[in-house]
Structures are given as structure tokens and as C-alpha cells.
């Protein structure tokens, strides 16, 4: 009798252990598919920007080549030096620089200003201006352009000075909060400017703070980092504008973007003379491709040394949470 | 004596009310204006000149009432437009769900506790970040973006015969998909935001009653992020149109860029361009929108339910309790 209960309680013992195993097969397989999935997907993120990697390394001779399909027989400079010549690269760098800086600013200020009328106080109308925020995101940018840009001419006009071609139509409609993607930088102070505890501001009140102190020596002061990830988003977004910049801005100011939408034109205006080649060198896709590794540098460097503001920037819109 | 104390608070009240309303509106200011002059003025102003003929003078702008012309020229007798129109319309109908999709699973993947999670994050952001219209056409020219040719697949055939560009427009999303995974950057990080927001609990008493991984996904998890789903949609919609796979995108830009004249034409293009984006819009919100209220409700009252057993499970043992005592 007690050998049978022995026996039984072996093999439910057994039982038991095979079932842990089992389950723990699970996890791991479980784990595994979710690694090869989340492998799988950055490959296809990647792969375009891989291929444009390994494209701008290579010579001439490695594009033609069959043989050669990532990695270059030998690591080639020359498709970055026509690059560099046909962008006229220091030029057009500063040029974006300043251009986007100056569009980040403006914005940067005003929808501190804006987040904060909507964060710090109650009045009349609030919900429905909050809700034309978000609507003025949903509006598609080509029907609000036109009449923009009949404005911006009749002003030219009236004013003799020329304006279309230069920063100033997009710095003006950034200064009155209609830059681009202006909704979600108003969203994201306006998260922040919420989460600063009201007893600060009453205390400053009861000091004799007035609203203009409260704002700068409160709320600007404690907000270093949220400003900081606005203005970079801010700067990121300019740079990459090219819809209304193109209209505006036509080709007057050299900015990378833009210059990169040319470069074939561009390429047979500004000769290039490789060594080793004729002096007429024929456009590659590998000169294409290292043009655009050049123009999107400084934008991999803005994001590696502030991707994580970037993510909790977008968390702090919180328009999940609405 | 009580009675006009009250009316002086109150009157003070209102004054403090009015005096706030001034402070907001003195640092609303700028955006107010800006919203009215160059964002809401300009939309119902662009519909009025569809149906005008724009013309650029020396004394400034010169419009004549010419009806329904604009819309005519638009849609029948420019060859493009209406051809781009519907490609429009294929790409909308095939990349948001695909985007949305997209994103959704890479946000429940992310959402794990796995290793490296960051590094994935950062990948899938990028994105956002590096991706201009030149850096994207380029990529797209170069056929980067293309990862394998599925022209000769035979299911795509038997599709090419049933209806050609249903099946052109499957054909772009499978050849293209890196392009719908990159405009999944701030979705993914907007269904992360919302899953981290579902409340644990929920799952454990999901998972305590027997339901499976299968079922709490779709019992559970997709009603709650539904709201967030919504938002992505919206996004996509209109964020898919700002980049030149949008086939209209040329064409509304190349009737805008020579402003001496046709800015009529152009605001007509523009106008029935946004009524297709709008109209995506209100179809999201039907297919999206959720009835919160009701929900609330329910959880609301099942909650005074509970509290409510419990304060007679309470009364009956405290009375027990004074019975046994006496």
C-alpha cells in the first residue's frame, strides 16, 4: 500500500516537473519570438538606411560591380568629396542652422506662452480654444497656404521689401504659433507647465509676485528641460520642413534639405572632377547617396545625444491621456 | 449685514475672474491672433477663392466670380488630378490601417520587459527625427526602400485581374513596408504611453478567472487603447499626405509655386484634397470612437455594487458582533 502511494507521488512529482519545464519552454519560446520580431522589424527600419551606408562607401567601379552587394571592396571617400562640393556643405550647413534655430525660437517662445495660459489659468472659452489646438493639427497645410501666401505678397507689395525668399513669412507665422507642428509643442509645455504644484504660484502670489514674475522666476526656471526638448524638436521639424519652405523660400536661401531635393540639377551646375575619372563624372547613385548621409548627420548627432528626451517629449503631449 | 458681505465676495470673485481672464488672454495672445489670421481665416478663405479666378496685378490681388469652373478643370479636363486623387485615396485606405496595425504591435512588443528594450525604442524613432521629403524621395529613388519584388507573386496576379488598383495599391504597401514603419514613430510611442496607462489589475483578474493571452488582447487590452488608436489614425492621415508618396503632393505644389496666376485652380485642388483627408478623419471617429461615457458609467456602478455588498457584509457582521456581545 504504502509502495503504490510511493509510486504515485513519484509520478505526480513527475508530472509536476515536466509541467514546470514545459512552461518555461514557453517563456523562452516566447521570448525568442518576440526578439526575432523586434529583429526582423528594425532590419526593415534599417535596411534603407543600411543600403545608403554601404552605397556612399563605395567607388564607381564597386556600384557597377555585381559582386559587391553591402560591403565595398575597398572603402571609397571620393562619392563624399563631390558630395560635399555640389551641397557647397559648409555653406548650406550654417545656412540651416541658423535658418531652423531661428524657427525654433520663435516657436519655442510662443507655445511656452500659449502652454501656459492653458495650464496655469481658468477663463472663458478655454475648452473650445484648447480643441482648435488640436484641430489646427488636423488641417491638411496646403489649403491654409494659399491665402498665406496672397498675404504675404500683398505686403511685399504695399512694403516694396521682398519677402518671399527669405526666413521672414515662416518666422512671423512662428512668432504667432502657426509654425509647423505647433499643436504638439503647445500640447507638450502645456503637460508640464500642469504638473507645477499650485502652491508655488500662490506663495509667490501672496509675496507679490505678479503674473509676468510668476511665469519667468516659477515656471520658466523650473521648465529648463521641457524648453529644451521643444526647441530641439522645434529645430528638428524646421529642418525637415520642405513643403512650405520650398513655396516661400523657393531656392534663395541654400538650406540642405532643399539643396539635397536639387542635387541633380545642382551636380551638372557645379563640376565635380574626381581623380582618376574624366573631368565630366557621371552622376551615381553612390554620390546620391553619400549627399544624403552628409545631410542627415547633424541630425543623427541631435538625436543620439538627446533620444531620450525626444521619446518622453512626445509621452509628455499626454494626449493619450484626453 | 450677512447679505452684503456676500454680494461684496461675490463681486470680488468676479473681478479676480475677469482680472485672470485678462492674464490669459495677454500670453494666449499671440497664438489667438496668429490662429485667427493665418490658420482658421485662411481655410474658409481658400474654399471662397475655389470658386474664383485669382490673378496677380501690380495693384495687388484681382479675383472674378467664375462658379464651379475651378471644380470642372480639376476633376475632368486636368488629366492628373483625378487619377492622383484616387492613388490618394488607395494609399490612405491602405497605409493608415497598416500603419496603425504596425504600430500597435510594436508597442505591445516593446511594452514587455525585455532586454535592450531602449536600443529598440531608439531605432524605431528615428524616424521622426532623420526623415525629410528630399532624404525620403532619395531613398525611395535609389530603391532603398524597396525590399523585394512581389509583382510576379500569383495571389497579386489573381488580384491584378479582379481590380487593378486595389491590387497596385496592396502591391505599394507590401514592396514598401519600410515606408509604413516609418511613419510608425510617434504612433509606437503613443500606444506605449496608453498600454502603460491600462491598470495591471485588470489582467490579473483576467488571468485569475482563466482568460488567455488571446483573449485578454482582445477583451481588455484593444477596447481600453481604442481612444489611442484613434489619435494614431488621425496622425497618419494627415501626416501621410505631407510627403511626396502623397501623389497630389506635386501636384497641388506645382500649381502653387508660379503665383501669378491659377491660385484659384490651386485653392480648388486644395479644397477637395482636404475634403478626402476630412473625410478620413470622420471615418476614423466612427470606426474609433468609443462611447467613454456609457463605460465609465458601468465601471462606476459595478464599483458601488461592490461597495455596497460590502457595507452589508460589514453591518450584518457588526450587528452579529453587538447580538453576541449583549
Partial sequence: MKAIKRFLDKISNLYAKIKHNQRKIGRITTQVIIYALLITISYVFL??????????????????????DWIPAKLYFGNFGAAIRVLDLFKTLFNSIWFSGTLAIAQTIVSALTGYAFARYNFRFKRLLFALILVSFIVPVPIILIP??????????????????????????GLFGQGVNSAILILIFYNFFKMIPNVLFEAAKIDGANAYQQFWHITIRMSLSTIVVVFLFSFVWNWNETYVTEILVRNNVHLMPTQLGLFETLFFQR???????????????????????????????????????????????GITGE | MAKKMRDKDILKAIQRKSHQNKQAYLFLLPWLIGFIIFTIGP?????????YEVESTGLGWVTTFVGMDNYFMALFRNLYYLP?????????I????AVVIASFIIGILLNRDIKFRSGFRTIFFLPVIVLSGSV???????????????????????????????????????????????????????????????????????KIDGATTWQILWKITVPIIKPTALIVAIFTIVQIGMYSINPIYEIIKAAMYNFGAGLGLASAYTWIYTLVVLFFVGIALLLLGTKEKAETVKLSSIQRLNFEQIKAKRDSVSKEVNNESN
Fill in chain 2, 136 to 206: 525620403m524621395d532619395k531613398l525611395i529613388e535609389t530603391g532603398g526602400t524597396r525590399l523585394s519584388d512581389f509583382s510576379e507573386n500569383i495571389i497579386f496576379q489573381m488580384l491584378m485581374n479582379y481590380n487593378r488598383s486595389a491590387a497596385r495599391g496592396l502591391l505599394n504597401l507590401f514592396e514598401n513596408f519600410t515606408m509604413v514603419l516609418w511613419f510608425t514613430g510617434i504612433p509606437v510611442i503613443l500606444f506605449i504611453n496608453g498600454l502603460q496607462k491600462i491598470n495591471t489589475q485588470l489582467y490579473e483578474a483576467a
Fill in chain 1, 47 to 68: 535596411f534603407p538606411l543600411l543600403s545608403m551606408i554601404s552605397l556612399s562607401f563605395m567607388s564607381p567601379t564597386d556600384v557597377i560591380n555585381p559582386e559587391v
Fill in chain 2, 84 to 92: 492622383a486623387l484616387i492613388d490618394f485615396i488607395v494609399l490612405e
Fill in chain 1, 271 to 317: 563640376p565635380v572632377d574626381i581623380p582618376g575619372q574624366d573631368n565630366t563624372a557621371l552622376l551615381s547613385e553612390a554620390y546620391k547617396m553619400a549627399a544624403t548621409l552628409l545631410t542627415m548627420i547633424p541630425l543623427f548627432i541631435i538625436y543620439f545625444a538627446a533620444q531620450k528626451q525626444f521619446v518622453e517629449g512626445i509621452e509628455k503631449t
Fill in chain 2, 94 to 97: 491602405t497605409y493608415v490601417p
Fill in chain 2, 43 to 51: 481655410f474658409f478663405y481658400t474654399v471662397y477663392l475655389s470658386f
Fill in chain 1, 148 to 173: 498665406r501666401i496672397m498675404m504675404i505678397v500683398s505686403v511685399q507689395d504695399a512694403t516694396g521689401m521682398s519677402l518671399i525668399g527669405t526666413v521672414v513669412p515662416q518666422l512671423v507665422m
